[in-house]
């Protein structure tokens, strides 16, 4: 089975831009997770959705928005971007929520200048 | 507040001896912690879990102990082998919450 794959890879933006992140899980795959990690930090939980609909949401700002396609692919959208927003976010499918055995993708690399 | 830390920012151990990465929670109601593993420029990859009913879960190389009265678990690397070198990360979930990840250790293995 293909792993999780994310687009882009890389990224660069100016402050106060916006950008949509995406996501596709494992096939079969319904839940998908998404989290921020910057130097130092640990990951931080963004948000989950499971079958398209929001699950749990971490404590982030409403600029950080997400959705779930019928097919299970998401995408994260973060507008008003300031440069602490620059980071690798991570996407992470599982077979169901509440399985907490997640598989993550190689990230974006999200840089704020 | 860090309901999962993971005190050690680093750690160096020569190649064939044992690595020890330690976790500790502060969450009671924590039931299901997990290891992973992180390569630069790569996403964590799962290595091992551990439930609460169980205080000791052993696949190859790798054993995952639970202390639930210290609220503490640690992670042991036998042998430890030069590409075990990488960050990993402690983390801890209860009932259907979201994973809380620690900030990682990053082990450095010498040949």
């Known amino acids: 089975k293909a792993g999780v794959t994310q687009t882009p890879r890389y990224l660069i933006k100016t402050r106060g831009q916006q950008v949509t992140l995406s996501c596709s899980p494992i096939s079969g795959h319904r839940s998908v997770s998404w989290y921020q990690q910057t130097p130092g930090q640990g990951l931080q939980f963004l948000f989950e959705?499971?079958?398209?609909?929001?699950?749990n949401k971490g404590n982030f700002p409403g600029r950080f928005s997400g959705r779930q396609f019928s097919n299970s692919r998401s995408e994260m959208n973060v507008s008003t971007l300031e440069l602490g927003d620059s980071a690798l976010y991570l996407c992470?499918?599982?077979?169901?929520?509440?399985?907490?055995?997640?598989?993550f993708g190689p990230g974006t690399r999200l840089t704020v200048t | 507040d860090q309901q999962v830390k993971q005190n050690s920012p680093s750690l160096s151990v020569q190649e064939g001896r044992i690595s020890i990465l330690n976790c500790d929670y502060t969450n009671s109601m924590f039931d299901y912690f997990l290891w992973y593993k992180k390569y630069p420029a790569e996403g964590p990859t799962f290595l091992i879990s551990?439930?609460?009913?169980?205080d000791k879960n052993e696949d190859g190389r790798f054993t995952v102990f639970l202390n639930k009265s210290a609220k503490h678990l640690s992670l042991h690397i036998v042998p430890s082998q030069p590409g075990d070198s990488a960050v990993y990360f402690c983390?801890?979930?209860?009932?259907?919450?979201?994973?809380?990840f620690g900030k990682g250790t990053r082990l450095s293995v010498i040949a």
């Open positions: 983390a801890a979930s209860g009932g259907n919450t979201p994973l809380v």
């Open positions: 551990i439930s609460s009913i169980k």
């Open positions: 992470a499918s599982s077979s169901r929520t509440g399985v907490f055995v997640q598989y």
């Open positions: 959705y499971f079958s398209e609909t929001q699950r």
